[in-house]
């Protein structure tokens, strides 16, 4: 089934982080960790936003550093799936780059996309649209 995500989710192209990753947070030291790292880059960064871990958890997608404007990565979808023993979360991330003969601006950037997921807290595992699948955590 599908499941619905919080209202609050940030994405952008300047999160700071060097290689692609992701990432499920499940709790608040860990996440403030995450959204100190993304926002290190910038003078100022916004408040860490507050998640109840007891019922929600945050995903976070990271495309790592790239040397041209135009990447992006997103969390696409959100759904619950039945395992062997248990259910997990299954999340559609797909990326995005600029085709080769393009005329992409030449700046460091390093595109991401966090979300709060609420209402499951069990295992993830990540599906890149067209690509492999990587079980985060049992």
Do not use: C
């Not at 969390?75 to 797909?94: D, M, W």
């Not at 085709?99 to 499951?120: D, N, Q």
Request: glycine share 8%.
């Amino acid at each position: 089934r599908q499941l619905q995500t919080d209202a609050e989710e940030w994405m952008g192209a300047d999160a700071g982080w060097e290689t692609k990753e992701f990432r499920v947070i499940r709790n608040t030291e860990e996440w403030e960790w995450v959204w100190h790292k993304v926002w290190s880059s910038r003078s100022s960064a916004p408040p860490v936003p507050d998640v109840d871990f007891s019922n929600s958890l945050v995903v976070a997608v990271f495309m790592g550093s790239k040397p041209t404007t135009g990447h992006s990565i997103r969390i696409v979808s959100q759904n619950i799936v039945a395992g062997e023993k248990e259910k997990s979360l299954l999340i559609g991330v797909k990326s995005a780059s600029p085709p080769p003969e393009s005329l992409s601006g030449a700046a460091m950037t390093s595109p991401y996309h966090i979300k709060v997921v609420t209402g499951f807290v069990g295992p993830v595992v990540f599906e890149e649209v067209g690509g492999s699948t990587t079980l985060l955590e049992p």
